[in-house]
């Protein structure tokens, strides 16, 4: 190696002191060769072998090597089964190439299968017949002194002129020289088995040279995904070009411009690579962790051991005031150790990078500046941009955690003691109503020929899972192995992490589910038979496994199966559905099935019976609708009108659930103020206050006819005070059922469960 790779110093190019010595020492020798070669069984490098009989090189596309995908491409895409049974195992870039068919010319064949030599003086000869000619004398003789073989290792002929190749291999050659040298070239051919992969290392400079190697080694070592030989030497020598002595000669901002080319082509993987190797890099430089990132104004969260899916980096460089940017990180990182999640603190971020805006306008230049009277007047502005919106409730939010952070912490001694916000400061919000799926929706997404219409039983049980238990996508796509529990009945429990709550959770599951479980566990035994952490593994880049499914691809897989499926509301519209909605759909059914509040709670695992209260709120609203939408009648068979838009409707509306949950009846509602008490024990057949709908009407059938028969004997047997008594009550059940049978479609929307709730 050149002695410039090891100074001590730092370089102009910013490379620091001593990395050089952690290369040397932590590249193993089978890493530290010019060209890399990788078998085929290899995990990282290699992969399954082509299908093609006899190849025994790695397949990269539809089950074959990147040599037989591209023949079969040539030759129009047949049929793949056919085309991989008749093809011969041999590729082009390892076949001996066809030599001149005039007897003793070792040329290479250029047309109608003769050598440029041959094939001039045969056009010269007035083009007879080829056979003839060539059998005849005429053919010029081999020259003299016979030319070198090519230089291509296993090629027997003859170079073309001063070339170093034949003219096959020359051409290919003058195609490959701008962007590799002659070295590089022959050394494409230099493998003694086809079925090797290849690296070639040697165009790069010295230290950066070593850096891809230990990249490389590292990648190997902890055989998460798998990497593309032919993919990253497009990559090395990409990397070649433009002449970076080191991966940290550059910024992070640089390798992502450079990974991406100009119109945002995507070169496979390489973006992806480089910015991997610079944090690898940096890190074996300069450590990682907290002491190194904590000084940035970009906080990566994944060099932190942070990982999410939506949040990959915390931004200060909106904070122009030193003071508020230092206060914000150590808040930031006293939240994200603590386990807040990334997006609240990036939402905090972005509320501290707008009041960072607002203080420039205002001219305050330190913390004792924000008193009471400057938070109003940003309170404001607040206002003043975004109204009601919910971003300014956020950025509210957020600003009263961080001022509440900096007296937890003590971190501000010069805080005002009047900077706080109050409880009027915080935008009235109306109440959220659950998003529960509609009906007709979940029938079409439930049933059973569109669940198996998923290409995925991965994503098909994560669906089921949804539905069933009510779980956030969080929690369903990281499931552990161990997600199975059962009770002293036996009956079968999903046990999963809540991470938004911090505890272990457990929710009921039907034997179908149950069943479906254990299957995705034997599959992913069947693919890692040491076993996984995980229930469902992500598909790629996961050789060990270890790695779970992230929501984003759910939501990818859930969105094309709903095109798939032809999902329509009831305008005929496509649906958009999030995974959260099934979640307020499970909620929204147990409530409106009468399981009771604290039940649903303990299944959703709620931390607040508020929470639950939501989905009773809507079991309220549409037992309300429907009640105000049927036919009410009193004893004598008169309609009892309720006003819904009426200033009195919610209090009536208090009234009559009042009514109906602590003087429930049989067979309807009692109409007396709850303040009161009756006078008509047992009565209320014959009391005014009575009300009633269709729903009881087979109730007030029966006791009709069991009136009828009271009145029968009663007279049979002269009880004539009896008799009258009873008259009364049949006379007005016969007016209630009249009256209500005359209009019987008036109910037929009732909701399942609603009769006699209470």
């Not at 911090?502 to 035994?525: G, S």
Request: proline share 6%; with cysteine.
């Amino acid at each position: 190696m050149s002695g410039s790779v090891h100074d001590a110093a730092p370089s102009p190019g910013g490379r620091p002191a001593g990395l050089l010595e952690k290369l040397m020492a932590a590249i193993r020798p089978e890493f530290r060769a010019g060209v890399l070669t990788f078998e085929a069984a290899d995990p990282v490098f290699g992969g399954q072998a082509c299908a093609v009989p006899g190849c025994h090189r790695v397949a990269r596309c539809r089950q074959m090597c990147f040599g037989h995908h591209g023949r079969w491409r040539r030759e129009g895409t047949p049929d793949l089964a056919g085309f991989i049974a008749t093809t011969p195992g041999d590729w082009n870039g390892r076949r001996q190439l066809a030599s001149c068919k005039v007897p003793a010319c070792q040329y290479a064949s250029s047309s109608k299968g003769m050598c440029e030599r041959h094939h001039a003086q045969w056009k010269r000869s007035g083009e007879a017949g080829h056979a003839s000619w060539m059998a005849s004398a005429a053919p010029l003789r081999p020259p003299s002194p016979v030319p070198p073989i090519c230089a291509i290792i296993y090629c027997a002929l003859w170079c073309k002129g001063r070339a170093p190749f034949c003219s096959g291999h020359n051409g290919y050659w003058r195609q490959c020289r701008s962007r590799m040298s002659m070295q590089v070239f022959t050394a494409l051919y230099e493998a003694g088995r086809s079925d090797q992969e290849r690296i070639d290392l040697r165009n790069l400079p010295a230290q950066l040279r070593l850096e891809v190697q230990y990249v490389l080694q590292s990648r190997r070592d902890e055989e998460r995904a798998r990497l593309i030989p032919r993919y990253v030497q497009r990559t090395v020598n990409a990397l070649a070009d433009v002449g970076a002595a080191s991966f940290l000669q550059h910024d992070e901002e640089y390798w992502a411009a450079f990974g991406t080319p100009a119109g945002g082509q995507r070169l496979s993987g390489r973006r992806a690579f480089v910015l991997d190797s610079y944090l690898r890099i940096e890190a074996l430089a300069l450590g990682h962790g907290w002491d190194q990132e904590y000084p940035r104004d970009i906080w990566r969260l994944r060099t932190l051991g942070i990982d999410t899916d939506r949040v990959a980096a915390l931004r200060f460089t909106g904070i122009t005031q030193s003071w508020l940017k230092q206060l914000a990180k150590r808040v930031s990182r006293w939240r994200l150790t603590t386990g807040t999640g990334p997006g609240s603190v990036l939402q905090m971020v972005s509320a501290l990078t707008h009041l960072s805006g607002f203080l420039a306008s205002a001219q305050v230049t330190s913390l004792a500046g924000t008193d009471r009277e400057l938070l109003e007047r940003y309170l404001a502005e607040l206002h003043r941009q975004y109204g009601d919106r919910d971003v300014r409730a956020r950025h509210i939010g957020a600003l009263g955690t961080f001022l509440s952070a900096l007296r937890q912490l003590k971190l501000a001694d010069d805080l005002p003691a009047t900077a706080m916000l109050f409880p009027e400061d915080y935008p009235r919000r109306p109440e959220p109503l659950p998003r529960a799926i509609a009906g007709q929706i979940m029938t079409q997404v439930e049933a059973p020929a569109n669940l198996d219409r998923r290409d995925n039983p991965a994503c098909q049980l994560i669906t089921l899972i949804l539905i069933r238990c009510g779980l956030r996508i969080t929690d369903a796509v990281r499931t552990g192995d161990d997600c199975i529990a059962f009770d002293a009945d036996g009956s079968p429990y999903l046990h999963y992490y809540n991470h938004k709550m911090k505890r272990q959770a457990l929710v009921p599951i039907d034997e179908e589910l149950h069943a479906l479980i254990t299957a995705q566990l034997q599959r992913n035994l069947d693919r890692w038979p040491a076993g996984i952490p995980v229930l469902f593994p992500r598909p790629t880049a996961n050789l060990d496994g270890a790695r779970p499914l992230t929501g984003r691809t759910y939501r990818g897989a859930l969105r094309r199966w709903l095109e798939r499926c032809e999902v329509r509301d009831e305008y005929g519209r496509p649906v958009h559905l999030t995974p959260h909605q099934w979640r307020h759909t499970l909620g929204t059914r147990l409530i409106n099935r009468d399981v009771p509040r604290h039940v649903v709670q303990k299944i959703l695992d709620h931390d607040s019976p508020g929470m639950t209260a939501r989905y009773a709120r809507l079991h309220d609203t549409t037992v309300r609708r429907h009640w105000e939408n049927a036919r009410k009648v009193n004893i004598a068979g008169d309609t009892v009108t309720l006003d819904p838009a009426g200033q009195v409707a919610d209090a009536a509306w208090a009234r009559q659930r009042l009514g109906r949950a602590t003087q429930a009846l049989p067979n309807g509602y009692c109409g007396l103020p709850i303040q009161q008490s009756c006078l008509h024990a047992n009565s209320c057949l014959t009391c005014p206050m009575f009300i009633t709908t269709a729903e009881f009407l087979p109730q007030h059938r029966a006791r009709h006819q069991q009136t009828l028969q009271i009145i029968t004997a009663a007279e049979a047997r002269g009880q004539t005070r009896l008799a009258e008594m009873n008259r009364q009550v049949a006379g007005n059940l016969h007016n209630i059922i009249t009256s209500l049978e005359a209009d019987p479609g008036d109910n037929a929307d009732r909701p399942e469960g609603t009769a006699n709730a209470g």
